[in-house]
């Protein structure tokens, strides 16, 4: 299937019911319009970006094997939310950039390939139901949320290229049990951060004093302009501890790590 529109409304297609790409089919994108509707568009073959300026997929869009950018400088949105299973996310070459709006849930092994940008809408939250690793090369930008307290088992989110968190992004993780089980955003790059950055008690944990949790680690940090409203109760709290922490001003690398008092 090969869709070409321009941006007048008229061109954009509508789909108010389901659209199922079967495994091997695939479906490209050369135009510029969205596409429109409330149906949930399920791909289980190839949805590839070939041309033209920046389009989406306003619908919800579950992508059970590959999303491709086939070119430079392409950038395709899902702004729907849906759900990502065993699939692959390829940008494309430099420039390249998939931009996520809405509830996006991912499970099973994730790929990410080429070179340029996963970009999270203020309107987008990853759900990371996986470990995943982004291989260097691809630059990471919250500008929404990243949930891992919305799945019960401690995951590990790898970025190895930059992450960079602005403002209205969230980064959201759980702690315990047991003392020292937690989720974890690892960045090798360089990580600019500002926003909220938190964590919430995984399901049966009780603090005790002393309890270390090492939530977050990145190779350089050019700023952190971060609120940090860690876990208190009526008889503990939780502080950043280590002086080598990316939170702490004027520490440029190094590992967060927050401890029960």
């Known amino acids: 299937r090969t869709v070409r529109t321009s941006t ?9 019911g389901p659209i199922s790409d079967v495994g091997g089919a695939p479906f490209t994108a050369n135009g510029s319009a969205p596409l429109l509707g409330t149906g949930l568009s399920a791909n289980s073959g190839t949805v590839m970006k070939s041309a033209g300026t920046p389009s989406a997929v306003n619908n919800p869009f579950n992508n059970n094997n590959s999303v491709s950018l086939a070119g430079t400088g392409l950038t395709l949105g899902f702004l729907g939310g849906g759900s990502s299973s065993n699939a692959t996310w ?4 430099v420039g390249g950039a998939i931009n996520f709006g809405g509830l996006h849930a ?16 203020p309107s987008g939250t990853w759900k990371p139901g996986t470990p995943m690793t982004i291989p260097a090369g691809i630059n990471v930008t919250n500008n929404g949320a990243i949930y891992f307290s919305l799945v019960p088992a401690v995951q590990t989110v790898s970025v190895l290229g930059a992450y960079t968190q602005s403002v209205t992004g969230v980064l959201k993780e759980k702690i315990g049990p047991p003392p020292g089980s937690n989720d974890i955003l690892n960045v090798t790059g ?3 951060l500002a926003g909220n950055f938190t964590a919430v008690l995984g399901a049966g944990y009780t603090p005790s004093n002393g309890d270390t949790f090492n939530v977050f680690s990145t190779g350089t940090r050019t700023s952190s302009k971060l609120t940090s409203p860690w876990p208190t109760g009526s008889s503990y709290e939780f502080i950043v501890e280590s002086s080598r922490s990316t939170l702490t001003p004027g520490v440029s690398r190094g590992t967060s790590t927050i401890v029960c008092r």
């Not at 390829?90 to 070459?93: F, I, K, S």
């Not at 092994?109 to 809408?121: D, E, K, R, Y």
């Open 190 to 192: 360089n990580s600019t």
């Open 106 to 121: 991912f499970s099973g092994t994730q790929t990410f390939l080429g070179t340029g940008a996963l970009n999270i809408a």
């Open 8 to 16: 007048a409304a008229p061109n954009c297609p509508t789909r108010d």
């Open 90 to 93: 390829n940008v494309g070459a």
